[in-house]
Nanobody, 124 residues
Framework: QVQLVESGGGSVQSGGSLRLSCAAS????????MGWFRQAPGKEREGVAT???????TYADSVKGRFTISRDNAKNMLYLQMNSLKPDDTGIYFC??????????????????WGQGTQVTVSS
């Protein structure tokens, strides 16, 4: 059974940093494309960053230069380092795993399994 568990969310002031983690289990972690997504109140879930099983990455324009996605296949872990946070970054952040996914895809519908999410709140 695939399980994804996020951690590391919290409340920070604008300009601050957070590092999110996602622990994966129940499948061959290294085979999946992994992604971070977020959902703000009243808005649709949107892609933030993805990383292929080979380590190729893609980012939403809104986070380029501020966020870094990484993975540790030996530990079955996914990370999102978030710097220079802005109030618009506020939302619930989810990690997701996908197979048969275009590795550059930021479309939530292409991903098969999801974590429960972790809240990130950025105040001005």
């Amino acid at each position: 059974q695939v399980q994804l568990v996020e951690s590391g969310g919290g409340s920070v002031q604008s300009g601050g940093s957070l590092r999110l983690s996602c622990a994966a289990s129940g499948y061959t972690y290294s085979s999946a494309t992994m992604g971070w997504f977020r959902q703000a109140p009243g808005k649709e879930r949107e892609g933030v960053a993805t990383i292929s099983n080979a380590g190729y990455t893609t980012y939403a324009d809104s986070v380029k230069g501020r966020f870094t996605i990484s993975r540790d296949n030996a530990k079955n872990m996914l990370y999102l380092q978030m710097n220079s946070l802005k109030p618009d970054d506020t939302g619930i952040y989810f990690c997701a795993a996908g197979w048969s996914v275009d590795w550059w895809s930021l479309l939530p519908r292409q991903y098969n399994y999801w974590g429960q999410g972790t809240q990130v709140t950025v105040s001005s």
